[in-house]
């Protein structure tokens, strides 16, 4: 069974929302998952602040990562973040984490960020 990397697009809302409240949900925080899936929605229709990505196998996801980066008006340097990286706990000590912040390094690069 392969596990994927793709980035994320707005079909991907319902379920990566789903897959993100279960994992908040498991950190003991809860959140309102129409709106979550609202915000991801806009997120994933709008690259110019970032891009998610999804990892999955299966088809189900196991994973996510959040590439943030400066807006276009940014005086100076751009500069990217990952600002979220998360794996169910089977998925984990498998070096997808390392895999997923070297793919979303290079994103970042071709997108002129450092």
């Known amino acids: 069974m392969a596990t994927t990397f793709r980035i994320a697009d707005t079909e991907d809302a319902p379920r990566l929302g789903a897959f993100v409240a279960a994992r908040c949900a498991d950190a003991g ?6 709106r979550l899936e609202g915000a991801l929605a806009r997120m994933l229709a709008d690259a110019r602040h970032g891009l998610v990505w999804v990892i999955e196998r299966e088809d189900a996801p196991v994973g996510y990562g959040v590439l943030g980066w400066d807006g276009e008006d940014t005086v100076g340097p751009r500069s ?3 600002t979220a990286l998360y794996f169910a706990p089977a998925f984990r000590q498998r070096g997808l984490g390392a895999l997923l912040r070297r793919l979303m390094e290079e994103v970042g690069r071709r997108n002129g960020r450092r």
Do not use: G, H, Q
């Open 29 to 34: 925080l809860r959140l309102a998952v129409p």
């Open 80 to 82: 990217a973040y990952v």
